[in-house]
């Protein structure tokens, strides 16, 4: 089941120190790799990562939750230290959705929580629709928990990402990795993510990049680059909403998605979403930053989650656990 700790090391913040385990999940085309972070048997919390980075993004604010949880960080299929799809398969929500539900049942939880930034953030809403039973709560950082795409686009982008699956395959089989000096990986990926700060980049890079002969190369799959051919609309993505029994905490950053949504269709999907967690009585709530201020500033954001985490998960479990044993 679970192969963990090659290594345990210690992060140190101003609250706590915490033991940081490696986490190896076998899944039928490699390994799911992923960190731990806090006690045995407390509640669980899983953590998903964004697009194009790996589990390295929750380094910095888990030290600054509660440390009764216990946190799991996968990389998801294709990035970070986990094994890459095999030959021919497309990266989709829907497979990724999949493929939690591996690790969970790996992990044998029944009932967790989940904390998912950007791409992560979909899955967990994807996730907490299609198994309302088996999440707690979810907490979304800058994500909206589904990504629309208007109808009258999707046969565009679907040929689209076949097109570019075909032309990726032509390619690859001459194609060559190109290799990297540490510091030249570093500003590659500082000029690709200008919301990254040079520390938030390096965090990422202890697993985004794997040593080769004459230096290194990043270790994501170049397909999760391609279009995404799986899409749903906004009337679906708010039918699988409204499926969610878990309480909802959404922070957004100023000058993360609300920015980069600015256009007045996609404002148009945002605004129905957001307004559909409101009326249900989530939490819905803004901080200073860019979208990646949970790496960045985690002070900005650890705490409104972990008041979060303390109402909604850990009273509840202590809750749980008094009627329990007044029931011996």
């Known amino acids: 089941m679970i192969q963990a700790v090659k290594s345990v090391?210690?992060?140190?913040?101003?609250?706590?120190?915490?033991?940081?385990?490696?986490?190896?999940?076998?899944?039928?085309?490699?390994?799911?790799?992923?960190?731990?972070?806090?006690?045995?048997h407390g509640p669980p919390v899983l953590c998903l990562h964004g697009w194009a980075d790996n589990c390295g993004t929750f380094n910095t604010i888990?030290?600054?939750?509660?440390?009764?949880?216990?946190?799991?960080?996968?990389?998801?299929?294709?990035h970070g230290l986990s094994s890459h799809r095999p030959p021919?398969?497309?990266?989709?929500?829907?497979?990724y959705v999949a493929d939690i539900r591996k690790v969970v049942d790996a992990l044998q939880w029944s009932k967790f929580s989940i904390i998912g930034h950007s791409m992560g953030g979909n899955i967990a809403g994807m996730f907490s629709a299609l198994y309302p039973e088996m999440v707690d709560a979810v907490v979304l950082l800058d994500s909206y928990g589904f990504l629309p795409t208007d109808p009258k686009e999707m046969p565009k982008v679907i040929r689209q990402g076949m097109d570019e699956m075909l032309e990726f395959e032509k390619k690859s089989k001459d194609k060559k990795e190109r290799v990297y000096t540490f510091e030249k990986?570093?500003?590659?990926?500082?000029?690709?993510?200008?919301?990254?700060?040079?520390?938030?980049?390096?965090?990422l890079l202890e697993r985004g990049l794997v040593q080769v002969e004459g230096g290194v190369?990043?270790?994501?799959?170049?397909?999760i680059?391609?279009?995404?051919?799986?899409?749903?609309?906004?009337?679906?993505s708010l039918e699988m909403q409204s499926r969610i029994q878990a309480s909802v905490l959404v922070v957004l950053a100023e000058e993360g998605f609300e920015k980069i949504f600015a256009e007045p269709d996609q404002k148009k999907?945002?605004?129905?979403?957001?307004?559909?967690?409101?009326?249900r009585n989530h939490t819905v709530v803004m901080v200073p930053g860019g979208h990646h201020v949970h790496l960045n500033n985690p002070e900005f954001v650890a705490p409104l989650v972990s008041d979060f985490l303390q109402t909604r998960v850990l009273s509840q479990s202590a809750r749980q656990a008094k009627e329990d044993t007044s029931k011996l």
């Open 225 to 236: 680059n391609l279009k995404n051919i799986v899409r749903i609309s906004l009337e679906q």
């Open 185 to 203: 990986a570093v500003e590659r990926l500082l000029a690709a993510n200008p919301t990254l700060s040079e520390d938030s980049v390096k965090i």
């Open 62 to 78: 888990i030290p600054l939750l509660p440390k009764e949880c216990r946190y799991v960080a996968v990389d998801l299929a294709g």
């Open 9 to 40: 090391r210690h992060l140190t913040s101003s609250t706590m120190k915490q033991a940081v385990s490696e986490l190896c999940l076998p899944v039928p085309w490699g390994e799911i790799k992923g960190k731990v972070w806090g006690p045995d």
């Open 217 to 223: 190369m990043f270790s994501r799959d170049f397909r």
């Open 88 to 95: 021919g398969a497309f990266y989709s929500f829907p497979l």
């Open 269 to 279: 999907f945002t605004s129905a979403l957001l307004q559909a967690y409101r009326d």
